[in-house]
């Protein structure tokens, strides 16, 4: 049950979230339990329970539970709606105690976006590509709890031509460095494999003659990252990704977290939609940032994939399947990045 917010509770005592775990677990698992227990009289919520709602009550005043009293009208995502509600008190505890830096408020926002943490949920197979070295997942770890990854003022030893960060902002996002494009692939590809296990036909990297923007002066025809057959009234989409950084433009006034990811979306409709509607296609952006944040037409996406993959199985356990994997492959593409920079000694 911690899982999904290990980087918040990393930073407080499991006392702090005992409460929290303990009323998930239960609110969650109730249909197993009836099905378990239905012979033996227990309807009547036990005292341990009611314990610790009013624990729970105590600790996020704000948050109403009351559903969570009856058996009936307990959420079904107990975990999720508990565990947002205790992330946000754990963050005003941290502002309260300690002087943030405007980067540690902004990683704290990013971590908070809807899909920042569907890599967590992700099971570990090796044929899908869900897996990561000790190495890659101890870089991922470091980055999104802001300890320092690389030592400050020393050469890149990939480009050679800047100097590292202590946080690895280089690293992911110099877009000369080969890692850049290894991050965008590696998603792409995800994507597409995730599609044709839908049953939905794609094809990556398909040439088209119209997303070349004349004023580029490209000799060769640009081809859509993904183009998915017959995706909205019979007619083909252009996927195109892109990944920000979610901290760009922090050093500005008026900087609003998750406004990256937007304007990479509207930067890239407006650069190709009207092109694609001209050749009766659909525009689909798939912009992403790198700590997982998405953009709403990837969650349309999303969502309607995984709803062709909820019809297309009989388990519940498929309900996160892709927004976990591409989550994964997200933070699988960014520890690639960091890792190739990082010192010898520290591997």
Not at 60 to 70: Q, S
Request: glycine share 6%; net charge positive; with cysteine.
């Amino acid at each position: 049950m911690f899982v999904k917010c290990s980087f918040a509770f990393f930073l407080f005592a499991a006392e702090d979230a005992s409460s929290y775990a303990f009323v998930a677990s239960r609110a969650q698992s109730w249909g197993l339990q009836d099905h378990i227990l239905r012979e033996c009289g227990g309807d009547v919520l036990d005292s341990d329970y009611r314990s610790a709602l009013d624990l729970l009550h105590s600790s996020l005043p704000d948050l109403d539970i009351g559903g969570f009293y009856i058996k009936d009208t307990a959420p079904p995502k107990s975990q999720k709606i508990l565990a947002n509600a205790l992330y946000g008190e754990i963050v005003k505890r941290f502002e309260e105690k300690f002087v943030l830096s405007p980067r540690q408020r902004a990683v704290f926002e990013c971590l908070r976006a809807p899909h920042a943490q569907d890599f967590l949920s992700v099971a570990p197979i090796e044929g899908l590509g869900q897996h990561m070295s000790a190495v890659e997942y101890r870089a991922i770890l470091r980055y999104r709890l802001m300890i320092p990854l690389f030592p400050v003022d020393e050469p890149c030893p990939v480009c050679r031509k800047a100097c590292l960060d202590s946080f690895g902002e280089h690293a992911i996002h110099y877009k000369e460095l080969p890692g850049f494009k290894y991050r965008h692939d590696w998603v792409r590809d995800v994507l597409c494999d995730v599609l044709k296990r839908a049953g939905i036909s794609a094809k990556k990297e398909a040439p088209v003659n119209f997303l070349t923007d004349p004023l580029e002066g490209r000799s060769t025809l640009r081809p859509a990252d993904i183009l998915v057959f017959g995706w909205e009234g019979g007619k083909h989409a252009c996927v195109d990704l892109t990944g920000v950084s979610p901290l760009f433009g922090l050093k500005d006034k008026g900087f609003v977290v998750g406004q990256a990811v937007l304007k990479a979306e509207a930067s890239k409709v407006a650069k190709h939609e009207k092109a694609c509607l001209e050749n009766q296609h659909v525009f689909v952006p798939f912009a992403f940032d790198t700590f997982g944040g998405l953009a709403p037409d990837v969650v349309r996406l999303l969502n309607r994939v995984q709803k062709v993959v909820n019809s297309n199985s009989s388990s519940l356990k498929v309900s996160n399947f892709v927004f976990s994997r591409i989550g994964f492959s997200i933070q699988k593409g960014v520890a690639a990045q960091l890792v190739a920079r990082l010192p010898a000694i520290a591997l």
